[in-house]
């Protein structure tokens, strides 16, 4: 059975930046994020396929401030989080996958596609 560990994420002023990681006890072929804010759905942030070259993909909102990578070695993933912003406030989810995705954001950043979840980490990004 995967685990996924956390860790990172806390309270920053808009403009900032934090680092997410999150390691898996084993192999992983996507891993990714999800973001969920009080009454909102859950929502991807970024993924990358760690079995398939580390091909990354991000959600809209995110493109250019957020940073998703690999460490191979450590089975760990990161996302680097730059220029936040009060609606980056969120608990934030790594999850992973073992079986093949398509190459595909809206099937990288489907949470339906990932079997394996991380307990949550708090981002929080004040004004």
């Known amino acids: 059975h995967l685990r996924l560990v956390e860790s990172g994420g806390g309270s920053v002023q808009a403009g900032g930046s934090l680092r997410l990681s999150c390691a898996a006890s084993?192999?992983?072929?996507?891993m990714a994020w999800f973001r969920q804010a009080p009454g909102k759905e859950r929502e991807g942030v970024a993924a990358?396929?760690?079995?398939?070259?580390?091909?990354?993909y991000y959600a809209d909102s995110v493109k250019g401030r957020f940073t998703i990578s690999q460490d191979n070695a450590k089975n760990t993933v990161y996302l680097q989080m730059n220029n936040l912003k009060p609606e980056d406030t969120a608990m934030y989810y790594c999850?992973?996958?073992?079986?093949?995705?398509?190459?595909?954001?809206?099937?990288?950043?489907?949470?339906?596609?990932?079997?394996?979840w991380g307990q949550g980490t708090q981002v929080t990004v004040s004004s």
């Open positions: 990358i396929y760690t079995g398939a070259g580390g091909i990354t």
């Open positions: 999850a992973a996958t073992v079986g093949f995705l398509g190459r595909m954001v809206v099937v990288a950043l489907s949470e339906y596609r990932y079997g394996y």
């Open positions: 084993g192999y992983t072929y996507s």
